[in-house]
Structures are given as C-alpha cells and as structure tokens.
C-alpha cells in the first residue's frame, strides 16, 4: 500500500500560477493529477511514468500545465501555469502500483490522495 499526501492548492486570479505537490510514501509504478469540479464527473488532467518519465495530459491542459516528479523524494508535482477559472476543482494525485497502462480513467489508479482545492477567479 502506499499513502499519497498532497498540498499547494489555493486560491489564484486567472492568469496565475500554483503548483501542486504530492507525496508519496512508497514507490509507485504511475502517478496521475485529476480533477473534480462541482457537479462534474473526475477528469484526469496529466500523468507520468516513474521509471521512463514518460508524460501525457487532456488537450485542456496542454501547453500550460506541467507534470513532473522526483523521484528520490517520491513527490509528484502539477505547475499550472496561466490558470483560467475553468480550472477551478479539488485535484487529486493518484498512484498505480503495478505494471500496464496507465490511462486518463480512474479505475487505471489504486490509490489517491486527499484532494487540494484550487480556485480560479476571473
């Protein structure tokens, strides 16, 4: 099992930045950021692969946010950069344990964390 504990949400206007951190407390075959804004289904927003580095993110996204890890400290980050308030959710990072494909779906992930609110005002 691993636990998954994430910070640096807040609030910020549009056109601001915010990262993301989440930390995990073993390794993890993948990791993922998505979201969930009220009344809207989880979407997942960007993901990356431990070992290869490997990057991937929704088309709404690309461009302005960044996916990246380290993996000595086993912390994912989300820099989200020129933030529009459509962005505004609770985000939630997210692991796989074991081998395969890591997709955008939920039910690619074991585990998840806490969820960080981040609001976007225009």
């Known amino acids: 099992q691993v636990q998954l504990v994430e910070s640096g949400g807040g609030s910020v206007q549009a056109g601001g930045s915010l990262r993301l951190s989440c930390t995990a407390s073993?390794?993890?075959?993948?990791m993922g950021w998505f979201r969930q804004a009220p009344g809207k289904e989880r979407e997942g927003v960007a993901r990356?692969?431990?070992?290869?580095?490997?990057?991937y993110y929704a088309d709404s996204v690309k461009g302005r946010f960044t996916i990246s890890r380290d993996n000595a400290k086993k912390t994912l980050y989300l820099q989200m950069n020129s933030l529009k308030p459509e962005d505004t959710a609770m985000y939630y990072c997210?692991?796989?344990?074991?081998?395969?494909?890591?997709?955008?779906?939920?039910?690619?992930?074991?585990?998840w964390g806490q969820g960080t609110q981040v609001t976007v005002s225009s």
């Open positions: 997210a692991a796989r344990l074991s081998g395969g494909y890591c997709s955008s779906t939920r039910d690619a992930y074991n585990y």
């Open positions: 990356i692969y431990t070992n290869s580095g490997s990057t």
């Open positions: 073993g390794y993890t075959y993948c």
